[in-house]
């Protein structure tokens, strides 16, 4: 049992270039998020998926896009990467059984953008 | 939107010490969780906790709904208590958590 598992570890992109960050989990959850984690700052929520074939929007959306084909699989894409993207994504899963309401988090994808 | 206040944003402490974070939050909400991110950035949740009080060995957690607030409490600490606590919360039928700015804790041995 991996739990979230997230590719790659670390990134560098020129500005402008392309790039999918891949989430796995395989705890068979319906919900998943993606995050971004800036400095000094919590985490902003960028898109989330309550079920394969769903996504929505959250905080911050603009420049990403998203993709649930498969139920334990959540694609973050960026399409034309901008210095502004520098940060670490977090995806995460989460438990919701009863009174269990748990997030489970991936150890996080570093990417910067010169 | 919802606003989540965590203090102190920054917090030193002596190894075996006490301490309680404290989470503010503009609206009612439905789901209250708090998280530890250690200094190797991996975010870990202590607690579900929207209401009442749970305790997990040193830690314990309490939140007044109706005050709109919630606090951490940490006991006799150790030094791989360190790191920065989060506090996130979840508006009713929002389906999503909007996380605090986070109190940063360092446990001097």
């Given at each position: ?14 500005t ?6 891949l989430?796995?989990?395989d705890?068979n ?9 800036d400095?000094g700052?919590g985490?902003?929520?960028?898109h ?10 959250g ?12 139920k ?15 940060s670490?994504?977090?995806?995460a ?20 953008v010169? | 939107?919802?606003?989540?206040e ?13 301490s309680?974070l404290?989470c ?8 209250l ?5 250690n200094?190797?950035?991996?975010l870990?949740?202590l ?51 909007t996380?605090?700015?986070?109190t940063?804790l360092?446990?001097?041995?």
């Open positions: 049992n991996a739990g979230v598992t997230q590719t790659p570890k670390f990134r560098v992109l020129k402008g270039q392309s790039m999918t960050l989430c796995a989990q705890m959850h319906e919900y998943m998020y993606w995050y971004r984690q400095p700052m985490l902003r929520l960028i989330y998926s309550v079920g394969e074939g769903t996504t929505a929007k905080e911050v959306p603009d420049g990403y896009n998203v993709s649930r084909l498969k334990q699989n959540f694609l973050l894409g960026l399409e034309s990467a901008a210095p502004s993207q520098t670490v994504y977090f995806c899963s989460l438990r919701a059984q009863g009174e269990i309401y748990e997030q489970f988090f991936g150890p996080g994808t570093r990417l910067t010169l | 939107g919802i606003q989540v965590q203090s102190p944003p920054d917090l030193i402490l002596q190894e075996g010490a006490n309680t404290r503010n939050f503009s609206d009612s909400v439905n789901n969780q708090w998280f530890h991110q200094p190797w950035g991996q870990i949740n607690f579900y906790i929207p209401s009442g009080t749970k305790q997990n060995g040193r830690l314990s957690a309490t939140t007044v709904a109706t005050e709109r607030y919630s606090l951490l409490y940490i006991s006799s600490s150790q030094t791989t208590d360190s790191g920065v606590y989060f506090c996130a919360v979840e508006v009713f039928g929002n389906e999503k958590l996380f605090g700015t986070g940063r360092t446990i001097i041995p």
